[in-house]
């Protein structure tokens, strides 16, 4: 299972939100490249990237940090989310050198378009899903719709998404452990690989995570944890990697 440093992007700087709430932002730093090097240092196979700004605006609003990070570590793969509503902004993403698109608000908008893009650029695009209790919710979290996460989930599944990434809302930057029976509920539902995101607070939720792995749960965003500390991202990561040995040997 893939570990992934999240680097929240607010204003040019690297931040946690707490369930999403823009004015209850923590300040990391105000150096993205330098906190890139800070997990890829520590094994980093992948960065997940948001651009907080961008979700509300419903356009790019840090791209060129999202830039820097790519020019100094050309090799790392980097998804990107947050204000991607059209093919021109992931085209552009692509070109300055981003694996993966993720695609949220537009995907509940127009589920239509999550194929389209796929069409245009296959094995890049992913789709986020952020839950509040079952119920998807879009433009930043500020507005929860009417639709649940499984049968929103189950339209995209043969449109040649990479991955859902799903973010339990009330757990998000709360620091209370991951929601198991929702993300590995989600994961049994349909054939698409899982990334769960929010709430991983330290290595007991790691262990958590490996036991439904076999579901489809091939990776984990994990962010507040290792800012604060209370999740070491080597550690979590070399045991990511031990037991999902353990469970193929």
């Known amino acids: 299972m893939l570990l992934i440093p999240a680097i929240d992007l607010k204003d040019g700087e690297c931040v946690r939100l707490r369930q999403g709430v823009m004015e209850d932002a923590t300040v990391f730093s105000g150096d993205i490249v330098a906190m890139a090097k800070r997990w890829v240092d520590q094994g980093a196979r992948r960065l997940h990237m948001v651009d907080l700004n961008g979700a509300f605006e419903g356009k790019p609003m840090n791209a060129e940090a999202v830039h820097q990070v790519h020019q100094a570590y050309p090799d790392l793969p980097i998804q990107i989310g947050g204000g991607i509503r059209d093919l021109d902004t992931i085209q552009a993403y692509l070109e300055a050198g981003v694996s993966y698109c993720i695609i949220g608000t537009k995907a509940v908008h127009n589920p239509e378009f999550v194929k389209q893009a796929c069409d245009a650029f296959p094995g890049h695009i992913m789709v986020g899903l952020d839950a509040k209790d079952g119920f998807v919710a879009i433009n930043g979290w500020a507005e929860v719709t009417e639709h649940r996460v499984e049968d929103l989930a189950k339209r995209f599944e043969d449109d040649g998404i990479e991955a859902i990434i799903y973010t339990d809302i009330g757990r998000d930057g709360m620091m209370q452990g991951v929601n198991?029976?929702?993300?590995?509920?989600?994961?049994?539902?349909?054939?698409?690989?899982?990334?769960?995101?929010?709430?991983?607070?330290?290595?007991?939720?790691?262990?958590?995570?490996?036991?439904?792995?076999?579901?489809?749960?091939?990776?984990?965003?994990?962010?507040?944890?290792?800012?604060?500390?209370?999740?070491?991202?080597?550690?979590?990561?070399?045991?990511?990697?031990?037991?999902?040995?353990?469970?193929?040997?």
């Open 180 to 249: 198991i029976e929702a993300t590995q509920a989600l994961a049994q539902a349909v054939n698409v690989s899982i990334i769960a995101s929010g709430g991983i607070t330290n290595l007991d939720d790691i262990k958590a995570l490996a036991t439904i792995e076999k579901d489809g749960v091939t990776g984990a965003i994990t962010g507040r944890a290792i800012y604060e500390g209370t999740l070491d991202f080597a550690e979590a990561q070399a045991l990511a990697d031990k037991l999902s040995a353990e469970q193929t040997a």
